[in-house]
């Protein structure tokens, strides 16, 4: 029969790995439901005058600036919460589908001219969800009913690219 010191010493065992986070579980995207989940990590520090940071997908790699507005969801969710340091859980709700660019986008604080004119002083890429075979290309996710595979990326302040990165000329 255990005695008191018996439970003493169980009981500090489940504190000292309940404060490590070693009792909370991994979470997952929901059963049943299309979305791309997992954790991003972040690299870097924030800069001032960030407003947000956005997860969005696009069913295809856009082409121009134009396509930047394709997409999804849309309108975009929420920015990931702050503080953006370490690691974070995300989900991200989407139509069943194939995506071939899960990408992080950074936010500065101010408003869009009409026409999307400054998209390029507001926005930059911070990260994507990279293909696991080439870490240089953009990683192909397909979206279904009972998706629930984690697509963990990097967010990088220290190395964030321009919209005309991807779009030249760069002004």
């Known amino acids: 029969m255990p005695n008191r010191r018996s439970y003493a010493a169980l009981l500090a065992l489940v504190g000292v790995v309940a404060c490590n ?20 990590t ?5 800069p001032d005058s960030t407003e947000g940071v956005l997860i969005v997908a696009y069913p295809t790699f856009p082409q121009s600036r134009n396509d930047l507005l394709t997409f999804q969801p849309f309108p975009p969710p929420p920015s990931l919460p702050r503080p953006f340091a370490g690691s974070q859980f995300y989900s991200l709700p989407l139509r ?3 995506y071939e660019w899960v990408v992080a986008v950074w936010k500065k604080v101010g408003a869009f001219a ?3 004119g400054n998209a390029d002083s507001l926005l930059k890429e911070a990260g994507f969800y990279r293909d696991q075979t080439n870490p240089t290309a953009p990683g192909v996710v397909v979206v279904h009913d009972s998706s629930s595979d984690s697509v963990n990326f990097v967010i990088d302040f220290g190395n964030m690219h321009p919209i005309c990165t991807y779009f030249p000329p760069c002004p």
Do not use: K
């Open 96 to 98: 069943n589908g194939r």
């Open 42 to 46: 972040f690299q870097g520090t924030e």
């Open 21 to 40: 986070e070693g009792l909370q579980p991994t979470p997952l995207c929901a059963p049943n439901a299309a979305a791309i989940c997992g954790r991003v």
């Open 114 to 116: 009409p026409g999307f």
